[in-house]
């Protein structure tokens, strides 16, 4: 069952990353939320996702948490991505395709400007 | 939903809200028999026989931020259309096993999608429930192709690091991607 490609590797890439987000720590935490009920899966959450997901291994961004979360109640806004910085109040956004998502990943998480356009107002 | 991959995240999403510990998604493609097969079971609070009837019709959800929980009678609704059909086992207090079949060759079934992206997504996304993906080939001369991903061995060399972290991220996607493309490839053959 060839599941894991190489433990020692892993355990290799660990360590490195390991170091890597020790330096980074005293940043604080960023999260990053996609809605993910059935109307954010449907009108593109994973694209989202995948988006954000790529954007950080390109990037090689340390030191941020994706997670996900269920139906808002904001169907019709979806994908639904939310971003929590330190202690600042959480952000959410509205209709995140693949390119909104790259965006908000540059200004807002990496520059520190949310990108009012794209921003729910609640 | 385009994809049978994005209706299986879905599916799993129940999973997690009924506090599932375990999860295993699987997906079975026999060309001989012709027969796609999905299943996602949990073992999670599961449910009453009276609300096992009631989540395949559309109107009914647990949740409170609308009025509609449409997961599981859309993919009643995209099997039956290949001349498949839904299967719901649960037991209270145990957990729940859905359970979805396709005709392989049918004209309207929908494509499977992109299944290590559905995986990687529950993974990263909930890291504290362990996690079993099983995608399984029968090609037309019997032959059986599979990738079976058992997240434990991952997840104890990981110690706690986050999946989140660029170079993690990056190795247990390709984990993902080079495990089921080649069987993908198979299965299109």
């Not at chain 1, 170091?19 to 954010?40: D, P, R």
């Not at chain 1, 090689?60 to 202690?87: A, D, F, M, R």
């Not at chain 2, 019997?142 to 690091?161: A, R, S, V, W, Y």
Request: aromatic residues 4%; charged residues 20%; negative net charge.
């Amino acid at each position: 069952m060839p599941a894991i490609k190489s433990l020692e590797e892993l355990k290799r890439v660990r360590e490195e990353a390991l170091q890597k987000k020790q330096a980074k720590a005293a940043a604080g935490n960023i999260q990053v939320i996609v809605a993910m009920g059935t109307c954010g899966i449907a009108a593109g959450a994973r694209d989202t996702m995948k988006s954000v997901l790529n954007y950080i291994e390109t990037n090689n961004l340390s030191g941020i948490s994706v997670t996900q979360t269920g139906c808002i109640g904001l169907c019709e806004q979806e994908p639904i991505l939310q971003v929590i910085v330190g202690e600042e109040h959480k952000i959410t956004y509205g209709k995140v395709n693949a390119e909104i998502a790259q965006q908000i990943m540059k200004q807002h998480i990496q520059n520190g400007v949310p990108l009012k356009d794209h921003v729910l107002p609640i | 939903m385009r994809e049978i991959a994005l209706h299986l995240l879905d599916i799993a999403e129940n999973s997690v809200a009924a506090q599932s510990r375990n999860i295993c998604m699987a997906v079975y493609e026999n060309l001989q028999s012709d027969l796609l097969l999905v299943s996602v079971a949990d073992d999670g609070r599961g449910m009453s026989e009276k609300t096992a009837q009631q989540v395949l019709d559309p109107f009914y959800t647990t949740r409170t931020t609308r009025k509609v929980g449409l997961g599981i009678p859309l993919l009643k609704l995209a099997a039956e259309m290949s001349e498949g059909e839904l299967n719901l086992i649960t037991e209270q207090g145990k957990g729940t096993k859905v359970t979805a079949s396709f005709r392989h060759s049918h004209i309207d079934r929908m494509p499977l999608g992109d299944l290590s992206m559905t995986f990687l997504t529950l993974l990263i996304s909930y890291p504290h429930i362990h996690w079993v993906f099983i995608y399984q080939i029968t090609d037309r001369l019997g032959q059986i192709h599979e990738f079976n991903f058992d997240d434990c061995e991952l997840k104890e060399t990981l110690d706690n690091m986050s999946m989140t972290e660029p170079s993690i991220l990056k190795f247990v996607r390709s984990m993902l991607e080079e495990g089921i493309k080649p069987l993908a490839l198979q299965a299109a053959n």
